[in-house]
């Protein structure tokens, strides 16, 4: 461990996958389960269902994975140096929360070649909450010279569902951190790896994608859509209330969450289009929320009844 | 064994609110004083505390090592039964001397109304101060008001942020007891970057100094003037001085353990935007300090506060440098992308942006906002005010929300208004118009200003009614310390725009024109007399508040003269400034008893139609002191009003004054209440007319008694 950190410590301006790959090793080496992003659009990594339900239940668990996080608002068309339709997440799972958890945060700066007797590094408050996913916590933001860096929550609730244990999830923000340590101000002047650059790889896409949310995308379509994907989450949820035991352990819960994740990223297509009135858009929220409450508490009687609680286990 | 020691605790946390913290610190101060007298072993010495964003501390010089014994007379049996009739003591005597642990030869005798009784003083040992802190600390922690607690091991243990370490010393020795899961020991932490992590501290002067060392500073007020310090020696430096702001520097004293200040630049292009956006930018999201020339322009450079000893090499001052020429990129291409758009041309999408579900879309807030000022600029115009303009008030009411879909506000939603004002003006809208709109959220609270001129004044009060009106007919009435409209706070804005512009407008036309502009406009509500009447009493209870708060007159003086009448504000100050000149006079507070002691006869004399005659009558005067009282009251009743009608109330109030040494002489020479009918109904009117006809300017009933 040691050895590796000189070595990273000499390179000061990593490439993008060179500091994913040094984080990720990190958090390998603090015990970390490490995942796959999520194959369905997602706009933060804790709707990746290795957050939305790991944190539910009392099992501890710890995670770390990448995932890509599309937000159809803030796409700029690959125009702004700082905005991205689709951003990159490398999000941590510590259940239960670790007594030193910000020193072992704080390590992890280390890891990426951040020396932090010469930084800035500051814990200001900042609280999250996610209103789609029913899901809030108390933490901060963590800025490095005065740029945000990562969220620092403590899970509080997931699903509308009082967490206990109570988790950490870490969020980092990728593109930012890689441009502080390569020194640049424009996220598309990246090198990615040793012959690609950001905007090399990644500048089609952004274009494309703003085009679609701001321009193509079709109104009435998409909320055609949203309405059919809620229709199906609530469809299997309302199964799930009458299914027969045999079949309690492989009812498909995971993908009446999928529907829901769809509803999340449909609702935020809506949104960048302009075409949702404030009490509109409370309202969507609501539907969404209700369905992802609904899986969480269907998911935690499915699971108590697979895995026996040992009360007073803790 | 000493009689005072020393007392220091620190409890230590992941990063603390820096908002949180002042405020904490001073309630841990009350809370522990609370505690410590309880118990009994607070001497002299008070409590100190102290915060930082890791920790909390409080400190005691002196704090009594035990209780003092407490001492107490207990009741035995009677003397007749504790001692036999050669004076010996009985058994009941023994056992009882036996019970309370003193001898029988101290047991003494007491008088009480049932007899002689013996008793004896018990005396029970004070506790240690060591045997009490254990118990005491937690309960003392636990009690601090937080705005907003979380748990992050078990959910019953809550605190601000997850406390890490709990130093506890008495006397130099650690209390032994446990908070939120973790145990009070002898050693603190030091800056999470340039201290050590585990100092073992001995004494509060030890603890300081060795903190000092590992790069803390405990108290707020050595990080406060060390900020100070470098923020000048920087800004004397560049030859700029520092655009001062007392809040950003509040956060920063709570932010940084070991403040320092750097300096940083940003290129002089984004000098171009306004310099509302550039301050809002460095201070809300990066909170910098801006640097002024001394021309008052704003200059290239910021000062940023860190959390470090200093900033080798500037590699520190280059990240803050790139961060926040990212922040202005993104400000200059909102600015650039909303010029685009004449701020009229937003009115279109306001009606997809909601206002309050059932008060409509801001076009339809819009559209009352308009009927409204207009009503108010027309009423003023007619009331003789020059520079009331109904087209000016139209234009800025149907300019005032345009901004709210700008992307500059939807970036920076604090900048609301503001951002509207700024691109009327560079739209080419006259600087009336422009102003108006840019203050129109103003006043935000007591000490905040009214907007700066009359069309400003009178879209705040629209805008404000509006809300304040509309709120109360959807039945959104605040109740105590819910509200989340902040009604409260735009009735108080209703009120000091009123006052301070002298605006002769009665708060009940406002409201009336509120209610209207709610009805002729979407959403078409009917408010009713009702609602009007809740409305118009919430913002009279404002009105006492301001008057109470803001210019410092007693209660008794404020409801004696809204007593008279409050309907026009500004009228009402002018009395109350005349009430309160002739206060201490020698006259009026006595005058104002005997008005308390009318109006208790009147009251207690039932309903009027019961003995209320059409008018005094002179031949039913029968003794000197009413008819003395009566005509002088005709005389003054005359002048006082001619005085009061040109708004000379000092010298009505004075006029009236004088009557007293009649009013004393009509209670000590008539009955009021005399056997025979038509003499006491006659005086009874007499009262009643005095009541009257002296009570238009303040209701002197409502005086409190002298404080004698």
């Known amino acids: 461990m040691r050895k590796g950190q000189n070595k990273r410590s000499r390179n000061a301006r990593p490439l993008f996958q060179e500091l994913i790959l040094d984080l990720l090793n990190y958090w390998h080496r603090c015990g970390c389960v490490l995942q796959q992003p999520y194959d369905l659009e997602v706009g933060a990594g804790t709707m990746h269902p290795e957050t939305f339900f790991r944190v539910l239940g009392p099992q501890p668990y710890r995670v770390a994975y990448i995932q890509p996080s599309r937000r159809p608002a803030d796409g700029r068309y690959a125009e702004n140096p700082n905005r991205l339709y689709k951003h990159t997440q490398l999000q941590v799972i510590l259940k239960p929360s670790p007594d030193n958890i910000q020193s072992i945060y704080l390590e992890s700066l280390r890891a990426i070649g951040v020396n932090l007797r010469r930084h800035d590094i500051r814990f200001e408050e900042d609280n999250w909450e996610s209103p789609t996913l029913g899901a809030w916590g108390v933490g901060w933001q963590v800025l490095l010279d005065g740029l945000e860096i990562t969220q620092f929550t403590y899970f509080q609730q997931c699903g509308g569902i009082d967490l206990d244990p109570v988790s950490v999830e870490l969020t980092y923000g990728m593109e930012r951190i890689a441009a502080f340590l390569q020194g640049i101000d424009n996220v598309f002047d990246l090198k990615w790896s040793t012959d690609q650059t950001y905007g090399a790889i990644r500048t089609s896409e952004e274009q494309q994608f703003s085009a679609y949310s701001f321009e193509h995308a079709d109104p009435a379509l998409t909320r055609q859509m949203f309405e059919l994907c809620e229709a199906e989450a609530r469809r299997l949820l309302d199964g799930w209330v009458a299914a027969p035991e045999p079949a309690r352990q492989r009812y498909p819960l995971l993908a009446a969450y999928d529907f829901c994740l769809k509803c999340s990223h449909l609702f935020n297509t809506l949104d960048a289009r302009g075409v949702i009135s404030v009490t509109e858009r409370a309202s969507l929220i609501g539907r969404v929320r209700t369905l992802a409450c609904r899986v969480a508490s269907s998911y935690l009687e499915q699971q108590a009844a697979a895995v026996p609680i040992t009360l007073g286990s803790r | ?708």
């Open chain 2, 1 to 708: 064994m000493k009689q005072t020691a020393e007392f220091l605790l620190e409890v230590g946390c992941e990063e603390i609110p820096a908002q949180m913290i002042a405020r904490a610190s001073s309630e841990l101060k009350v809370i522990l004083e609370k505690h410590f007298s309880a118990e009994r072993i607070l001497d002299s010495a008070e409590v100190h505390t102290y915060g930082a964003s890791r920790r909390m501390v409080a400190v005691c010089r002196a704090l009594r090592t035990r209780q003092p014994d407490s001492v107490e007379e207990v009741t035995g049996p009677p003397r007749s039964v504790a001692y036999d009739n050669v004076g010996r003591p009985t058994k009941a005597a023994e056992s009882f001397a036996a019970r309370q642990g003193v001898p029988v030869a101290k047991l003494y005798t007491v008088t009480t109304p049932r007899g002689e009784y013996v008793a004896a003083r018990r005396t029970t040992p004070g506790k240690l101060t060591r045997e009490i802190l254990p118990t005491l600390l937690p309960a003392a922690l636990f009690s601090i008001p937080w705005p907003r607690t979380m748990y992050w091991r078990r959910p019953a243990e809550r605190f601000v942020r997850p406390v890490r370490w709990i130093l506890a010393l008495f006397d130099g020795s650690v209390v032994p007891f446990e908070f939120a899961g973790v145990r009070a020991a002898n050693w603190t932490a030091g800056h999470r970057a340039l201290g050590r992590e585990r100092i073992v501290v001995r004494s509060f002067a030890d603890y300081i100094s060795q903190l000092r060392r590992n790069y803390v500073l405990v108290d707020p007020d050595e990080r406060r003037k060390k900020i100070l310090r470098e923020l000048r020696q920087h800004a004397s430096r560049a030859h700029l001085r520092v655009h001062e702001d007392p809040e950003l520097l509040e956060q920063v004293v709570y932010l940084n353990e070991f403040p320092t200040v750097i300096r940083g630049e940003f290129s002089p292009e984004y000098l171009r935007l306004p310099r509302e956006i550039l301050i809002t930018v460095m201070r809300d999201h990066q909170k910098y300090f801006a640097l002024e020339r001394s021309s008052g322009e704003l200059a290239p450079h910021f000062l940023a506060v860190i959390n470090l000893d200093r900033d080798a090499g500037g590699i520190v001052r280059a990240g803050h440098e790139r961060v926040l020429r990212a922040r202005f990129s993104d400000a200059s291409f909102f600015w650039d992308v909303d010029q685009k758009t004449p701020l009229g041309n937003n009115l279109a999408k306001l009606t997809a942006v909601t206002y309050e579900s059932r008060l409509g879309s801001y076009a339809d807030k819009t559209a009352r906002l308009r009927a409204l000022a207009r009503t108010m600029a027309e009423h003023l115009a007619a009331a003789g005010v020059q520079e009331a303009s109904v087209a000016s008030a139209d234009r800025a009411a149907e300019l005032a929300k345009c901004d709210l879909v700008t992307e500059m506000v939807r970036e920076f939603p604090e900048l609301q208004g503001i951002v509207g004002g700024l691109y009327a003006a560079r739209q080419g809208e006259p600087a009336e118009i422009a102003w108006a709109i840019y203050d129109h959220y103003r006043p935000s609270g007591l000490e905040d200003w009214i907007p700066r001129n009359l069309t400003g004044c009178i879209l705040s009060l629209a805008d404000k009614l509006d809300t304040l009106v509309g709120c109360f007919a959807i039945g959104l009435v605040p109740t105590g310390s819910s509200d989340p409209f902040a009604l409260r706070r735009a009735a108080l804005g209703i009120v000091k725009v009123i006052l301070e512009k002298n605006l002769p407008l009665t708060l009940g036309s406002l409201v009336t024109a509120a209610s209207c502009a709610l009805q002729s406009q979407p959403p078409n509500l009917m408010v009713s007399e009702t609602i009007q009447q809740q409305v118009l009493e919430f913002l009279l209870e404002r009105a006492r508040f301001v008057f109470r708060e803001r210019y410092g007159f007693p209660y008794d003086e404020v409801n004696s003269v809204l007593a008279a009448g409050a309907d026009d504000l500004p009228d009402a100050l002018r009395r109350l400034e005349a009430l309160h000149s002739i206060r201490r006079t020698k006259n009026f507070e006595p005058l104002a008893a005997s008005f308390k002691r009318i109006r208790n006869i009147v009251e207690k004399a039932g309903p009027d139609e019961h003995w209320r005659l059409p008018d005094v009558r002179t031949d039913l005067l029968a003794l000197e002191a009413e008819q003395a009282l009566h005509r002088a009251a005709q005389r003054v009743a005359q002048q006082a009003e001619s005085h009061r009608l040109a708004g000379r109330y000092r010298e009505a109030l004075l006029l009236i004054a004088e009557l007293r040494p009649l009013v004393d002489r009509f209670f000590d020479e008539v009955l009021v209440m005399a056997e025979q009918e038509d003499l006491r109904r006659n005086r009874l009117t007499l009262l009643a007319k005095l009541l009257r006809e002296f009570s238009r300017i303040a209701d002197f009933s409502e005086i409190a008694a002298a404080q004698k």
